[in-house]
T-cell receptor, first 113, second 112 residues
Framework: QKEVEQDPGPLSVPEGAIVSLNCTYSNSAFQYFMWYRQYSRKGPELLMYTYSSGNKEDGRFTAQVDKSSKYISLFIRDSQPSDSATYLCAIHAGGTSYGKLTFGQGTILTVHP | EPEVTQTPSHQVTQMGQEVILRCVPISNHLYFYWYRQILGQKVEFLVSFYNNEISEKSEIFDDQFSVERPDGSNFTLKIRSTKLEDSAMYFC??????????FGPGTRLTVL
C-alpha cells in the first residue's frame, strides 16, 4: 500500500465551480498535512498547512483533515483560471522525522473560463 | 517576501561528470532539504540537513550524493558521477522548525 495516494486526475471544471481534491494515507504516525500548488516546471508553492483534524480556511481555500479515516481534502471555492495547476498533498510524521515530506502523485486541475 | 533561490535553473552534463546544485535558503531557517522530481512522477525526498549534519536520507541518496553548507547562506547538493537516471528537477526547501517547508524554483538536471 502506498503511503500517500492521490487521484492524478486530470480534473477540468468551469470557472466559479467548487473543486474538491483528496488524498488518503496509510501511516497513522503522520501528523502534519500540507497542500502545495505547482505550476508547470516550477517549484511547489505552499498553500495550506494543518496538523489537527477538522477544517482550516484561508480565503477561497479550505483544508480538511480526518485522521480517523486517514483522509485529507482541499476545497477551492469560486475557482479561477489562475487556479489551473497541479495540487500536491504532502504529509510528514513530525517528531524526530526532521520534516521529511511524503508527497502524493498530484492532481492536475484545469479551470476553464 | 523572502524566498528560496536555486542556481542554475538548468544544468546539462555528460554521464559520469560531477555536478553541484546550489541553493540559498531563507535566511532565518534552520532545516534544509533536497527533493527531486523525475518528469511525470512524484516529488521524492532525498535528504534533510540540520545543525550542520544530515538528519535523514532516503534510499535514493546513495554514496554518489553529498550535501554541504559551506557558509552561512548556501546549501549545495553534489552528485559525484551522474547517471542518465539522475535527470530530474531538483528542489531545495527550507524550514524554520522542520514543519512548513518552502521550496525553491528548482534546477532541471539533464544527463546526456
Amino acid at each position: 500500500q502506498k503511503e500517500v495516494e492521490q487521484d492524478p486526475g486530470p480534473l477540468s471544471v468551469p470557472e466559479g465551480a467548487i473543486v474538491s481534491l483528496n488524498c488518503t494515507y496509510s501511516n497513522s504516525a503522520f501528523q502534519y498535512f500540507m497542500w502545495y500548488r505547482q505550476y508547470s516546471r516550477k517549484g511547489p508553492e505552499l498553500l495550506m498547512y494543518t496538523y489537527s483534524s477538522g477544517n482550516k480556511e484561508d480565503g477561497r481555500f479550505t483544508a480538511q483533515v480526518d485522521k480517523s479515516s486517514k483522509y485529507i481534502s482541499l476545497f477551492i471555492r469560486d475557482s479561477q483560471p489562475s487556479d489551473s495547476a497541479t495540487y500536491l498533498c504532502a504529509i510528514h510524521a513530525g517528531g524526530t522525522s526532521y520534516g521529511k515530506l511524503t508527497f502524493g502523485q498530484g492532481t492536475i486541475l484545469t479551470v476553464h473560463p | 517576501e523572502p524566498e528560496v533561490t536555486q542556481t542554475p535553473s538548468h544544468q546539462v552534463t555528460q554521464m559520469g561528470q560531477e555536478v553541484i546544485l546550489r541553493c540559498v535558503p531563507i535566511s532565518n531557517h534552520l532545516y534544509f532539504y533536497w527533493y527531486r522530481q523525475i518528469l511525470g512522477q512524484k516529488v521524492e525526498f532525498l535528504v534533510s540537513f540540520y545543525n550542520n549534519e544530515i538528519s535523514e536520507k532516503s534510499e535514493i541518496f546513495d554514496d554518489q550524493f553529498s550535501v554541504e553548507r559551506p557558509d552561512g547562506s548556501n546549501f549545495t547538493l553534489k552528485i559525484r558521477s551522474t547517471k542518465l537516471e539522475d535527470s530530474a528537477m531538483y528542489f531545495c526547501a527550507s524550514s524554520v522548525r522542520g514543519d512548513t517547508q518552502y521550496f525553491g524554483p528548482g534546477t532541471r538536471l539533464t544527463v546526456l
